[in-house]
């Protein structure tokens, strides 16, 4: 017998508005994609005489953005200053300090 099809993403939802089947749902896709909709995503063909499942892994990547951006800062001679350097991506970026072009 013709199996149903059923898609699902491990530990969530699919993605609501964004989440289209094709090809009597053999097909998942799912438009404008983010990191969030990274993750572990699961066809279940079940009929009578039984089901089948297939775990497909996603990976969105995505270009480094700030978390917290770095502000100026003025200071006087003694005083205390922090700087604060927060981004994301993925691959997960990596972050360097320089100070008048110097690697610090």
Known sequence: PTPVIRW???GGE???NRTFFENFKKTL???DVSEADSGNYKCIA???LGSVHHVISVTVKAAPYWITAPRNLVL???EDGILICRANGSPKPSISWLANGVPI
């Open 29 to 31: 896709k799912i438009i």
């Open 8 to 10: 699902i993403k491990e």
């Open 76 to 78: 006087s001679p003694g």
């Open 14 to 16: 699919l993605p609501a």
């Open 46 to 48: 079940r009929n009578t």
